[in-house]
């Protein structure tokens, strides 16, 4: 595991009246070369590193363990960058985003605010599952509304793997890192809008968060082809995975083993996402109940 996570206070605070000093941005002509690569290139290296083996379905917690790896040294790799240069928008966006898999809702909420208030987004890799569970999908989060965006929008042809599922694209495609670390492109058109007034409630399950809509979207798979429209979004925002746990069913002598998602990093993610989108409290959030399931 790579150093605590907890580093972040010191950057988001100590560093606060240089980042004051200059407004956040984007733009790799503006920023310290290294605090870019940091946020583009080291990401690609990061998501691309290959953690386990065939052998690795067969060993229990052994996906948990290489998950919060990539996590940390995600992490790891934005906080260099803001240390290097406080400017960089694409530093908070990705703290705002992995401090919430780390289990560190303060430090992911002060990346929230730095982020939103400096005009980019907090973007994830996703799956829909109600459009095509075989793809990727990046939703973006900013004040005014939930974006989607198909995953060749963002990072061009889009190479396939095992099943048909995508592949991250090397280091050299630093317009698809920046856009996942909060800064898309605003030429590229979203596959679909939702403003947050038309969000009426998000649901929290064991892996997937559910978007009640007040108006339908249509939403278009990039490996199929094929559009959907939807009055509800269902979606795993990638960042956790389950967990295996030992337990005695009842009428039964012997143990047996069970997964469990994780439930709780689903509700720390809508409880962020609401606090910053909105004030008025406008949108529903059902009580948090996780069980058998979605």
Request: proline share 5%; with cysteine.
């Amino acid at each position: 595991m790579l150093r605590s996570f907890g580093v972040v206070a010191l950057i988001l605070l100590a560093r606060g009246a240089a980042a004051d000093a200059g407004a956040l941005t984007c733009e790799p002509s503006a920023l310290d070369a290294r605090s870019y690569r940091l946020t583009t290139r080291a990401q690609a290296l990061i998501i691309n590193d290959p953690r386990g083996s065939w052998w690795d379905g067969f060993q229990l917690g052994k996906h948990e363990e290489q998950l919060a790896d990539l996590n940390d040294a995600s992490a790891f790799a934005a906080e260099r960058a803001l240390e290097a240069d406080p400017r960089n928008l694409m530093g908070y966006g990705i703290l705002a985003r992995v401090a919430l898999a780390l289990e560190q809702p303060d430090r992911a909420e002060a990346a929230w605010q730095r982020a939103l208030d400096g005009g980019g987004a907090v973007v994830w890799s996703a799956t829909l599952y109600d459009v095509d569970a075989r793809t990727y999908f990046f939703l973006a989060f900013d004040r005014h509304a939930l974006r989607v965006y198909r995953m060749e929008q963002l990072a061009g042809v889009v190479k396939r793997g095992f099943y048909g599922i995508p592949e991250f694209p090397g280091a050299d495609n630093e317009r698809f890192y920046a856009a996942w670390g909060g800064c898309i492109d605003p030429t590229i058109v979203p596959d679909a809008v939702v403003p947050w007034s038309d969000v009426k409630e998000i649901k929290a399950g064991n892996w997937v968060l559910w978007f009640k809509l007040a108006r339908p979207v249509t939403i278009g798979s990039d490996r199929t082809g094929k559009r959907k429209e939807l009055r509800e979004i269902k979606v795993n925002l990638h960042g956790r995975t389950g967990s295996l746990e030992v337990y005695k069913p009842v009428g039964q002598d012997d143990l047996a083993l069970r997964g469990r998602g994780p439930a709780g990093y689903q509700d720390a993610v809508r409880r962020t996402i609401v606090k910053f989108v909105d004030p008025e409290k406008r949108i529903a959030l059902p009580p948090f109940k996780p069980g058998a399931g979605w």
